[in-house]
């Protein structure tokens, strides 16, 4: 995300706090909060592909792996 776009959702959330957003804004705020959610999970997810945990054996796994969900 650019610093623009940061910006943008800076001067939205002013604004709306101020004085409210007409409709136009308040899709432009959703559309740009989605997008930086969408950018803040992906980088969160990359961390997560980096991180280890060591069990009680010794042995050393991915988070992902040692955290993956079971089915039932």
């Known amino acids: 995300m650019d610093k ?4 943008r959702i800076g001067e939205l959330a ?3 706090k101020a004085e409210g ?3 136009e804004e ?3 705020q959703k559309e ?3 997008i930086y959610l969408g950018e803040i ?3 969160f997810n990359s961390t997560l592909d980096n991180v280890s945990v060591k069990n009680k ?3 050393v796994v991915p988070f992902k792996t040692a955290y ?3 089915d039932k």
């Open 14 to 16: 002013r604004k709306k």
């Open 21 to 23: 957003l007409t409709p």
């Open 26 to 28: 308040l899709s432009e």
């Open 41 to 43: 999970r992906q980088q």
């Open 68 to 70: 993956k969900k079971q």
């Open 32 to 34: 740009l909060y989605a």
């Open 4 to 7: 623009k776009m940061l910006e």
């Open 57 to 59: 054996d010794g042995s």
